[in-house]
């Protein structure tokens, strides 16, 4: 992992990530706020191969901070599909039609026929591929509102030179308490590991709140950085945890969580609170892609994951 630089090089992935505030149940003003920080993001010489966006980009949070009838309406309201009539692959293809970039969304709140998964999308440099990774660990509060678990770990990728793919794990929140997922992962030849995480009322013991009704949910940030820190050393490659800034309809603090970056030897590196945009190049690991030991693994641990659902 390297500081971000104005070489341009083929064997890195070069990522600017946003690392901003979402309004909640505000997709016009998110809209507006988010094409600004995109052409923030792409305004550089050389712009980033790979943009993410704060988690639940459009809408904030559509589990945890309403009562069950509200909630259930506004995912009946705010569900989406992953494909061209989706908001927020129309977004995306709005917002970066003029650069060739990837960009990393989510998660969201996907509607499949009549069922829903929480997922994290990829829309390819090209802007003709969406690729999904739909969350594995449902917590038992997400269950009750039907959102269902995926059945396969995140493996996405950006097209490189020469046909050779970068590869990027992917992991939801509270994905990161399971070790295998991320082994996996780097079985599968991921040059690094990214995933978002807000302080949702399901997510304990990672949440943190005040005794009031209106207070700010936080994360804990010493046990975040030592998840980050531990599942890098784990898989010798970086881990990303993508945190963001929800703030209610009149503009006030509803809940916050650091970008986190962790290095395999070094540990965590970055930890980002405020809003801006953060620039890194990966480069590949030093190791080959998914041989035929680690693809007999993944075939275990797919079925496993396919029974449990």
Same mark, same amino acid.
């Given at each position: 992992m390297e500081v971000y630089n104005d070489d341009e090089r083929e064997d890195v992935i070069r990522i600017a990530i946003i690392h901003g505030k979402i309004r909640y149940?505000? *997709?016009?003003?998110?809209?507006? %706020?988010? /094409?600004? #920080?995109?052409? =923030? +993001?792409m305004s550089k010489e050389e712009p980033p191969q790979l943009l993410i966006l704060p988690p639940y980009p459009l809408t904030g949070p559509l589990i945890g901070y309403n009562s069950h009838d509200r909630t259930m309406r506004y995912i009946k309201s705010n569900a989406e599909?992953?494909?061209?009539?989706?908001?927020?692959?129309?977004?995306?293809?709005?917002?970066?039609?003029?650069?060739?970039?990837?960009?990393?969304?989510g998660p969201i709140i996907e509607r499949a026929g009549p069922k829903l998964f929480n997922t994290?999308?990829?829309?390819?440099?090209?802007?003709? *591929?969406?690729?999904?990774?739909? %969350?594995? /660990?449902? #917590?038992?509060? =997400? +269950?009750?509102?039907?959102?269902?678990?995926?059945?396969?770990?995140?493996?996405?990728?950006?097209?490189?030179?020469?046909?050779?793919?970068?590869?990027?794990?992917?992991?939801?929140?509270?994905?990161?308490?399971?070790?295998?997922?991320?082994?996996?992962?780097?079985?599968?030849?991921?040059?690094?590991?990214?995933?978002?995480?807000?302080?949702?009322?399901y997510m304990e013991p990672l949440v943190t709140s005040g005794e009031s009704e209106e207070a700010v949910y936080t994360v804990n940030s010493s046990l975040l950085e030592s998840f980050a820190s531990v599942r890098a050393m784990e898989t010798?490659?970086?881990?990303?945890?993508?945190?963001?800034?929800?703030?209610?309809?009149?503009?006030?603090?509803?809940?916050?969580?650091?970008?986190?970056i962790a290095d395999p030897e070094l540990g965590v590196v970055k930890v980002q609170r405020?809003?801006?945009?953060?620039?890194?190049?990966?480069?590949?690991?030093?190791?080959?892609?998914?041989?035929q030991e680690c693809t007999n693994v993944l075939n275990a641990v797919q079925k496993y994951y396919r029974h449990k659902a």
């Open positions: 149940q505000a *997709r016009r003003q998110n809209i507006h %706020k988010l /094409s600004a #920080s995109i052409e =923030e +993001a599909r992953i494909n061209e009539k989706g908001y927020t692959t129309q977004f995306i293809w709005q917002r970066i039609t003029l650069y060739t970039a990837s960009v990393l969304a994290m999308l990829l829309v390819d440099q090209d802007h003709h *591929r969406v690729l999904r990774y739909r %969350k594995i /660990s449902v #917590s038992p509060l =997400e +269950a009750k509102y039907r959102i269902n678990p995926g059945k396969e770990p995140g493996l996405l990728s950006i097209p490189g030179p020469g046909g050779i793919d970068k590869r990027l794990g992917v992991f939801i929140e509270n994905d990161i308490m399971h070790p295998e997922i991320f082994r996996i992962l780097s079985l599968m030849g991921s040059w690094v590991i990214i995933g978002s995480i807000l302080p949702l009322p010798g490659v970086p881990v990303i945890i993508v945190g963001g800034i929800i703030e209610n309809l009149h503009g006030e603090l509803m809940a916050e969580s650091p970008t986190i405020d809003e801006d945009i953060l620039r890194l190049d990966i480069t590949p690991p030093e190791k080959p892609s998914c041989t």
